[in-house]
């Protein structure tokens, strides 16, 4: 990028700084709080329905969600593994997350797999284990869309429609804008089962090291 074309973002800035001001307003007051409570109300009730575990939690920009299945919790209130919902790369975006939860920003959301080395051995035991293998679940996995990101962690992209949301917020009416990521939610709840046999795997592995 030239120097002209970089300083040509902050030159219509500061050409319409009033306008940029009130927008940053009223989105932060009036934008995301409103999606917030629709995310945290689809969190919630899909959570119920599926009797997951997970938590809503308020995050900067836009809620943070975790889940996953009762049973990947040991009775010492362990968890194995779980989902959580992120974008691709945390450390690396400039992005608002909203943007990017609509395709306009510069990464991608998903769903993130993320177990924990601990609970089965140590991370040294755990990357070994998974460098050795390319299981039949590990294929699978691959097939539906999971990208492999490294040590046994998995991703799954998704993006929402801006056009609905535009629609959503000019009707009042959020129903149908948040399909994409009904949909990568039941891919998860599909594909669960999938991961249990990864996990049981690399367990094996790691026993015959």
């Known amino acids: 990028m ?45 959570l119920e329905e599926k009797s997951w575990l997970g938590e809503v939690s308020t995050g900067a920009e836009l809620h943070e969600f975790w889940c996953a299945p009762a049973h990947w919790r040991d009775e010492n209130q362990y968890w194995k593994a779980w989902f959580d919902l992120d974008v691709r790369d945390p450390n690396g975006t400039n992005s608002y997350r909203v943007a990017s939860l609509f395709g306009l920003g510069d990464t991608q959301y998903g769903f993130r797999f993320c177990p924990d080395p601990s609970y089965f051995s140590d991370k040294r035991s755990w990357n070994k284990a998974v ?40 009707d009042d009416d959020w129903g149908y804008t948040f399909d994409h990521l009904q949909q990568a939610l039941d891919q998860v709840y599909q594909d669960f089962e999938l991961f249990s046999r990864f996990m049981q795997v690399v367990e094996e592995a790691i026993e015959t090291q």
């Open 131 to 170: 460098a050795s293998l390319e299981s039949e679940a590990s294929l699978e996995l691959g097939k539906r869309g999971w990208e492999h990101e490294g040590k046994g962690w998995y991703f799954r992209p998704f993006q929402l429609s801006p056009e609905k949301i535009v629609d959503a917020w000019n």
């Open 2 to 46: 030239t120097e002209n074309q970089n300083k040509r973002p902050g030159l219509i800035i500061l050409q319409n700084l009033q306008l940029f001001d009130q927008a940053a307003v009223y989105f932060e007051r009036e934008i995301v709080p409103s999606l917030n409570a629709e995310l945290s109300n689809l969190f919630k009730n899909w």
